[in-house]
């Protein structure tokens, strides 16, 4: 089954406590992406990779960083977490770096940093 | 800076009833308008991708169409199993898609 996988589905830290949010496609996808979805803001980009190690920042990428040592997979690092990054995330990933409006979501991470 | 507005924020219908949702954008070059759909306590799911003014894409009850300043997803005799939220993006570039906030639809039988 073609999917993007995000663990941990849900996790609650303190703040400064580092923390990683990995995720994997099985679909052989060139584009990989990181969204923030907060409510009244919708959707906003956090970093985006074309290829492996390809990447660049979104919209919002500050106290964030990634890594593509490999092409499935995309892990999110947060440094050291902060209560506004308490949001719900999605990976997300294109079949070509040519085509990244089309994208397929991961089922998201919600976190919460007290 | 691009922009994305959806409207209504939130529309009741009652199953048959048809119906347009909205979605305005400002955008220095479009590459592209998307669709998707999303459920509560899921990842969006990819619906339509329109390139040009006049163009329209289908799919079951869903229509989308695009004018140079906004697009349309009307949705014809609507089921409750269309109750989702209905997210609109456009992209300038080759990255970077720009999100509206969404509609969030209520099909009631």
């Known amino acids: 089954e073609a999917q993007v996988t995000q663990n941990p589905r849900y996790l609650i830290t303190v703040t400064g406590k580092k923390l990683t949010v990995t995720c994997s496609q099985n679909?052989?996808?060139?584009?990989m992406s990181w969204y923030r979805q907060d409510p009244g803001l919708g959707l906003r980009q956090i970093y985006y990779?074309?290829?492996?190690?390809?990447?660049d920042k979104g919209d919002v990428p500050e106290g964030y960083k990634v890594s593509r040592k490999e092409k499935r997979n995309f892990p999110l690092i947060l440094e050291s977490p902060s209560p506004n990054q308490t949001s719900l995330y999605f990976c997300?990933?294109?079949?070509?770096?040519?085509?990244?409006?089309?994208?397929?979501f991961g089922e998201g991470s919600r976190l919460t940093v007290l | 800076e691009d922009q994305v507005t959806q409207s209504p924020e939130a529309l009741r219908l009652q199953e048959g009833e048809s119906s347009s949702l909205n979605c305005s954008y400002t955008?220095?070059?479009?590459?592209?308008l998307f669709w998707y759909r999303q459920d509560p306590g899921k990842g969006p799911e990819f619906l339509f991708t329109?390139?040009?003014a006049g163009e329209e894409k289908e799919k079951e009850r869903l229509k989308a169409t695009l004018t140079k300043k906004e697009s349309f997803l009307h949705i014809t005799a609507p089921k409750p199993e269309d109750s989702a939220t209905y997210l609109c993006?456009?992209?300038?570039?080759?990255?970077?898609?720009?999100f509206g906030k969404g509609t969030m639809l209520l099909v009631s039988p």
């Open positions: 997300a990933s294109s079949l070509s770096s040519k085509n990244t409006g089309e994208l397929f």
């Open positions: 679909m052989n996808h060139e584009y």
């Open positions: 990779s074309m290829n492996v190690e390809v990447t």
């Open positions: 955008v220095s070059g479009l590459r592209g």
């Open positions: 329109l390139y040009s």
């Open positions: 993006a456009v992209q300038a570039g080759y990255s970077t898609l720009t």
